[in-house]
């Protein structure tokens, strides 16, 4: 059984999924039951492979028991782990704040949701480039579905613009994976890393070529600078729950780069190692430039939020492009941080909104709300941990991004960062005393919000505190995720174990 | 072989890459199905054009086969492409019934 716990992630949505394709009326609140319960059991799942994967070792499992290079494989390393428990954690809190209402404006959320969440598993466990792409299609069609869960003219145009970069961008996936298959012979990454070590020097123009188009490929999934014109649009149009596992798309794309780069174009790459660097750190220095712009002309809150998603990449970015272990470990623990409190905060912006009536989320004198204190109160702890001051999560990842910066590297990356941050503090203390405190004189609006939502939103939020808690633990988990990162050669003998020492 | 194929692909995805600019909804679907095309070719080729070669089924390791894992990639990618172009033409009439118009970014053109 415990070996096949590190295919479950994948079978458990999918099947999950196919149970919810059923139709019938007055089926919801099974299909609400079905839709959290699998959730939930993917959180002990999750839980249970991070503990298997804190031991250090790599673990994989070969479908069909065909070996690797030849089979497909799924891989479990700690990054991996965590990436899947940060997706189920994520996925918790949106679908049970799905469950107060939002699931039932359109057809077959919690089916799409659990696609959603196979595809986005899926990505984060496998071994080989074209599973890679295979898995991003199939996170990507689910979200498309859900962009556009409960219809309008907003969520449509935004819909358009982002399923037609994503298809030119799946594309380019499919150039850079034939480019790299052609190249190098294979399509596993463990095998590719090894391969490229030793490749012909007339062949090294076309690998660069190839591992820069993925770059290109994941930066449009991940929204680097000139790539993310789709992202704030597509995010403040979908619906609230979708709004908030959206949070994680982007670092799918985060992931991508990490496990392609430090894998196959790893430090034993020859001339090609680390050839995403300079584009990677200075695109990610613009995008917190572009973001913080966003950020200060935003007039409403979902656009706001959807800005902070963009920070968060730029910063991610940043980190990336150090490419140092300490760097790595810092990002990671930036990134559990953000993922959850920019979920929790689109959520949160829906409650508000809905509260507000028709005023919504846009920037405006509204008239007071019913339950101001507690909505104002969650969002003042959502906005001081994602601004970055002390004494939530946000202050701390952010600190760790800027101690990770050597050299030239801090010349550039605090004034940028710090301004950035100091932009999303100013536009978010804005936000809060606009909807809150420069209310009008006047009968109370709104109605009680359902206490799912609550739950969601509390759910996500939480983890500000409790990061800070429990850093310690967190941080030695990220600390031994960038070691291993940073050592792929375990991850290939583990995988190929005859190709060791003699290639 | 090679010169035809080459020059099919980079005539595809040129055809492809010009109508994606275009500011309708239609041509932009077109593009992006011709894209999918010559990206499709652009993967089968990429094992290396065999021809009159037997499938890996018969090939006992010395012979002259065909590459077959392009063909089984092509394939995969075949199937992706038929969703998406299903897909993205129900949302570009959604799109025309909902915006009133077939522009991209749902606004009509000046010249109009």
Redesign the interface.
């Known amino acids: 059984m415990m070996q096949h716990l590190i295919i479950f992630p994948i079978v458990l949505p999918l099947v999950a999924g196919i149970l919810l394709l059923y139709q019938r009326q007055g089926l919801i609140g099974f299909k609400r039951a079905l839709g959290v319960a699998a959730t939930a059991l993917l959180v002990v799942v999750a839980v249970l492979l991070v503990r298997q994967a804190s031991s250090g070792d790599v673990l994989y499992y070969a479908l069909g028991d065909w070996q690797p290079p030849f089979g497909i494989v799924l891989v479990l390393d700690r990054l991996s782990a965590l990436m899947l428990l940060i997706t189920s954690l994520l996925a918790l809190g949106a679908v049970v704040f799905a469950c107060a209402g939002d699931d039932e404006k359109g057809s077959n959320f919690h089916g799409l949701f659990q696609w959603q969440l196979l595809g986005i598993n899926g990505a984060f466990l496998t071994g080989d480039l074209?599973n890679l792409f295979?898995f991003f299609?199939v996170l990507l069609?689910a979200s498309?579905a859900l962009l556009?869960h409960g219809?309008?003219?907003a969520r449509?145009?935004a819909?358009?613009?982002y399923?037609?970069l994503n298809?030119?961008g799946?594309?380019l996936f499919?150039?850079a994976?034939?480019?790299l298959?052609?190249a190098t012979g294979t399509?596993n990454m463990a095998d590719m890393a090894l391969r490229v070590a030793e490749l012909p020097a007339e062949r090294q123009g076309l690998v660069t070529a190839g591992g820069l188009m993925l770059l290109v490929v994941f930066g449009l999934k991940a929204a680097i600078l000139p790539l993310y014109f789709w992202l704030p649009r597509a995010y403040s149009a979908a619906p609230a729950p979708v709004a908030a596992l959206f949070a994680i798309m982007t670092k799918v794309g985060i992931y991508a780069i990490l496990r392609v780069y430090l894998l196959i174009f790893g430090d034993g790459a020859g001339p090609l190692a680390a050839l995403e660097q300079g584009w990677v750190w200075w695109l990610g220095l613009a995008t917190l430039v572009a973001s913080g712009v966003g950020i200060l002309a935003a007039r409403d809150l979902r656009l706001l939020i959807a800005y902070l998603v963009l920070l968060s990449v730029g910063t991610l970015l940043v980190g990336v492009g150090m490419r140092s272990a300490q760097a790595t470990s810092a990002l990671l623990y930036y990134l559990i941080h953000t993922t959850l409190i920019t979920g929790g905060l689109f959520l949160l912006a829906d409650m508000i909104g809905a509260q507000r009536g028709k005023a919504g989320t846009r920037l405006v004198k509204g008239r007071p709300l019913v339950q101001g204190k507690a909505l104002s109160l969650a969002l003042f702890v959502g906005a001081i941990a994602v601004a970055g001051v002390p004494p939530f999560s946000g202050a701390l990842g952010k600190a760790l991004v800027l101690n990770a910066a050597e050299g030239a590297e801090r010349l550039w990356l605090w004034p940028i960062l710090l301004l950035a941050s100091l932009a999303s503090l100013i536009a978010l203390s804005r936000a809060g005393t606009t909807m809150f405190w420069r209310s009008h004189r006047g009968s109370i609006s709104g109605k009680v919000l359902p206490k799912r939502q609550w739950f969601g939103v509390v759910w996500l939020l939480s983890a500000a505190p409790l990061m800070v808690i429990f850093a310690g633990p967190i941080s030695s988990y990220t600390q031994a995720t960038a070691a291993q990162l940073s050592a792929p050669q375990d991850l290939i003998q583990t995988l190929l174990p005859d190709a060791g020492e003699a290639p | 072989m090679e010169m035809l194929y080459s020059i099919t692909t980079g005539v595809l995805s040129t055809c492809g890459l010009y109508l994606i600019l275009r500011g309708r909804t239609f041509p932009v679907v077109v593009g992006l199905t011709l894209l999918s095309y010559a990206v499709n070719l652009f993967l089968f080729s990429m094992g290396g054009l065999t021809t009159d070669g037997a499938t890996v089924v018969h090939g006992n390791g010395e012979g002259h086969y065909a590459d077959p894992l392009p063909q089984a990639l092509v394939l995969t990618a075949i199937v992706i492409g038929f969703a998406m172009t299903a897909f993205v033409v129900i949302l570009a009439m959604r799109a025309r019934s909902e915006v009133g118009n077939d522009h991209v970014d749902g606004k009509k053109e000046d010249r109009e």
């Open positions: 074209f295979v299609e069609l498309y556009l219809g309008g003219k449509i145009q819909g358009v613009h399923v037609v298809l030119a799946s594309s499919l150039i994976v034939g480019i298959y052609g399509l």
